[in-house]
């Protein structure tokens, strides 16, 4: 019998405002691997916990933001892309008014922040790719 040792993560990828204005909440990593890097929200997926469920539940723990809903982007699951062992993450994506919305970095994230994504240059784990892809497929040109 054939027995893996594949962990599933769920992140959360949330955007305010439009063009040069353009803003996705990060969290500041607290530990290895990448420790004080920026990263996009998320975690590992409990054994009972729907994908999107637990997307929703690693935001809020990591930054204090509540979303009622998101939406899947893409799975990203090549392997190499997590030193601690192989790891599948399912990627979701949400709209907010970063106005509107207190952040804090809580959990395993040292902060939180509103980060231009026009400045955005390098990022922990494989999350540019995420960014990327977001940024080609589902964040409003204007």
Request: aromatic share 8%.
């Amino acid at each position: 019998m054939l027995i893996q040792n594949i962990k599933l993560a769920a992140d959360a990828m949330v955007f305010s405002g439009r063009g040069d204005t353009l803003q996705i909440l990060l969290v500041r990593r607290k530990y290895e691997p990448y420790k004080g890097m920026w990263a996009i929200p998320g975690g590992f997926v409990e054994d009972d916990e729907e994908l999107e469920a637990a997307a929703i539940r690693e935001l809020q723990e990591e930054t204090g933001l509540v979303v009622p809903a998101m939406t899947q982007l893409h799975t990203f699951g090549k392997v190499g892309r997590d030193s601690r062992g192989r790891t599948v993450t399912v990627t979701y994506y949400a709209f907010a008014d970063a106005a509107a919305q207190q952040v804090l970095g809580g959990d395993d994230a040292a902060e939180a922040e509103w980060v231009f994504v026009k400045g955005i240059t390098e990022l922990a784990f494989d999350h540019m790719e995420m960014l990327d892809m977001a940024m080609k497929t589902v964040v409003p040109k204007v």
